[in-house]
């Protein structure tokens, strides 16, 4: 009789655990299909609010193109032949202008060249260049902002800080050579007399435009100063 109650225990006792087992992997599967069900809405709703404000950049894009491309137009300036409308070429660029990265920073570093010559891709040519001088110097400033901070906060002697900024500086036209492929967003042309003008608007994406630059600034810093390299490894640290 014991023996029997014994077992009729241990039967219990192995069915209870059963049922405690399929009610944990029920649980489990239903906590999974919630949780897929969630990361499901959630996706929908970046991909909502992804939509939204790619049409919030557009909207404002086209409004600020059109106005510009009626003062443009009013000037007396046009698109080269078989181009794309004026209108178009600058809104382009504006939506360039309005995107940015996961942290909030703009995606783009925007430039614009202006150029006077006898032939209208002499023009372009040139514009281009002064454009993509002006881009190289937009982000000599970048880096020379974060270099003087790591300057404040390394311990460099008067002599030392005074050589780095000298060569920071000096280093635009080389961050200039090396920005290639860059984006033209619009380009547009004014007849003044024989000669003609071009106006060109260029990108370049910024990572890309950082990085490039702090190849050339550290570069120049081993060739130009006498740094050590432990100093120059913690000025170049951002």
């Given at each position: 009789m014991k023996e029997q109650s014994r077992q009729l225990r241990k039967g219990i006792s192995i069915l209870l655990g059963l049922l405690m087992a399929?009610?944990?992997q029920s649980l489990i599967?239903?906590?999974?299909?919630?949780?897929?069900k969630q990361k499901k809405a959630n996706r929908k709703e970046l991909k909502k609010?992804?939509?939204?404000?790619?049409?919030?950049?557009r909207r404002r894009a086209e409004k600020k193109a059109r106005r510009e491309a009626g003062k443009f137009k009013k000037r007396?300036?046009?698109?080269?032949?078989?181009a794309i409308p004026m209108e178009k070429q600058i809104e382009k660029g504006w939506m360039a202008?309005?995107?940015?990265?996961?942290?909030?920073?703009?995606?783009?570093?925007?430039?614009?060249?202006?150029?006077?010559?006898?032939?209208q891709a002499a023009a372009k040519l040139q514009a281009t260049e002064l454009a993509k001088?002006?881009?190289?110097?937009?982000?000599?400033?970048?880096?020379?902002?974060l270099i003087e901070n790591n300057v404040a906060t390394n311990q460099l002697s008067n002599e030392e800080a005074a050589s780095v900024t000298k060569t920071v500086a000096a280093s635009k036209n080389i961050i200039a050579q090396e920005i290639q492929r860059v984006l033209v967003f619009f380009e547009i042309y004014k007849k003044i007399g024989k000669n003609t003008e071009s106006s060109v608007r260029i990108g370049y994406n910024t990572d890309l435009a950082m990085e490039s630059a702090k190849k050339v600034v550290r570069k120049k810093l081993?060739?130009?100063?006498?740094?050590?390299?432990?100093?120059?490894?913690?000025?170049?640290d951002f």
């Open positions: 399929l009610s944990f599967a239903q906590n999974n299909k919630y949780e897929a609010e992804d939509r939204d404000l790619k049409k919030e950049i007396g300036w046009y698109v080269a032949p078989g202008q309005y995107q940015e990265d996961q942290n909030g920073y703009p995606l783009y570093i925007v430039a614009t060249g202006n150029s006077v010559a006898e032939s001088l002006e881009l190289a110097g937009l982000v000599q400033t970048q880096i020379a902002a081993e060739e130009e100063t006498e740094l050590m390299q432990e100093k120059l490894e913690k000025l170049m």
